[in-house]
């Protein structure tokens, strides 16, 4: 009651003081400063975490949750995760293929960047043009996922490269 009384007289003193209407302003902004301020400190503030802390005794997944979760991206179609499963798979096989075949890896190096040779070496045209990389050349990389969606989506391009993988041999 006191504040609502104050602030009347307040405001019919300001219509005849030039001092009282400055100072009004003031207090009129430093409140508008303060609830704005206010607000930004409620939008920024730490949000309590959605997940409880991990117990010790959990366990922890590691490379093969990362390599999921790629592949989960990459069947969504996001290109990143799609060129980096392919990186892996393609490294994989050939790491493969070197211990099977008993090649040291100077001469895998060499084979992958002869198209024919990787051809004879593991008998199937469509992991010959996975495995196959040009020398020194990051697009080439990248190459065939830029091929497999345009042949018709990635996602079936792989899985067919992938089955082709675990029937060599």
Do not use: C, K, N
């Amino acid at each position: 009651m006191a504040a609502a009384v104050v602030l009347g007289l307040l405001l019919y003193y300001a219509q005849y003081s030039g001092s009282v209407q400055w100072g009004l302003g003031l207090v009129f902004l430093g409140v508008i400063a303060f609830l704005a301020w206010r607000q930004v400190l409620r939008g920024t503030a730490e949000p309590a975490p959605l997940v409880g802390p991990v117990s010790p005794e959990t366990i922890r997944t590691g490379e093969l949750d990362a390599l999921s979760g790629s592949m989960q991206r990459a069947a969504r179609g996001l290109r990143y995760s799609q060129m980096l499963v392919t990186s892996r798979a393609r490294v994989a096989f050939l790491e493969h293929v070197r211990l099977t075949l008993g090649l040291s890896p100077e001469a895998l190096r060499r084979l992958q960047r002869d198209p024919e040779a990787l051809r004879r070496t593991v008998g199937d045209e469509r992991l010959a043009e996975f495995l196959h990389i040009r020398v020194g050349d990051m697009e080439e990389r990248f190459g065939w996922v830029l091929q497999a969606r345009a042949r018709g989506g990635f996602t079936r391009e792989f899985r067919e490269v992938l089955s082709r993988m675990e029937a060599w041999r």
